[in-house]
């Protein structure tokens, strides 16, 4: 009889309140964290400019040498940019205390298709020469620490940022494809971001002994015709009262259902052990 009161004493819940606590949390939390929906719709922006971001070191080269040039389709064409671009020098203590150039700042371009690059173009061919002694001796490997069309809004990925093209016994010319989508970006404060994301394909060609052209790095953008629209939105809140209640009422139909076996359970055990006795 003595083990009678023990089982009657066990606590087969301890953790009901506790489990039951962090599942209404985990509601509460998906509730009030927003999502996002989606649209396309076609890009009826004129006359507006579109912002290139970059943010480019080039540890093979310095500042000296190089400029920023670009060109669009409707014949555009600006050589070594220095409005909104810096160009600075930076110590690498790692190597021997070398330095090399860093180029970052805003493009503002006509919102049209275009390519933009950087190069030692900007010189004159005989200074090249006599500073080079020859294109294959120019070595444009860079990082890309930024590129981007426009402000960053939450979730986005810029897929050259932070990328790494590095030579070591080459030379040549990088050339990036873009295609640039406008896109806003809408807050669930009804605010609206205006700003572009975009798609990307490389292509490296190495120099040749008979090629003409000098490495550089180019950046060749498109436009796309379809514009994305992505709103921040909250789950309705009758939904969040559904499936509260569908966890409450499950919690405590279990728990009754539990509570039930084992009031069962212990009976069955008290009365086995009463006829035992009684024999």
Known sequence: MARIPSLKSLDAFPHAEEHLLKKTLALLRFYLTAYTVH??????????????????????????????????????????????IWK???MNYIFCCCQFARVYGVLDVQRVAGNFHISVHGLNIFVAEKIFEGSSNVNASHVIHDLSFGPKYPGIHNPLDETSRILHSTSGTFKYYIKVVPTEYRYLSKKVLPTNQFSVTEYFLPIRPTDRSWPAVYFLYDLSPITVTIKEERRNFLHFLTRLCAILGGTFAMTGMLDRWMYLLIESVTNSKTRSVLR
């Not at 080039?58 to 669009?72: G, H, K």
């Not at 064409?77 to 220095?82: G, M, Q």
């Open 39 to 84: 649209q396309m719709s076609v890009d009826l922006k004129r006359g507006e400019t579109l912002p290139i971001h970059i943010n480019m070191p080039f540890p093979s080269l310095p500042c000296e040498v190089l400029s920023v040039d670009a060109i669009d389709m409707s014949g555009k064409h600006e050589v070594d940019l220095h409005t909104n």
């Open 88 to 90: 600075v020098m930076i």
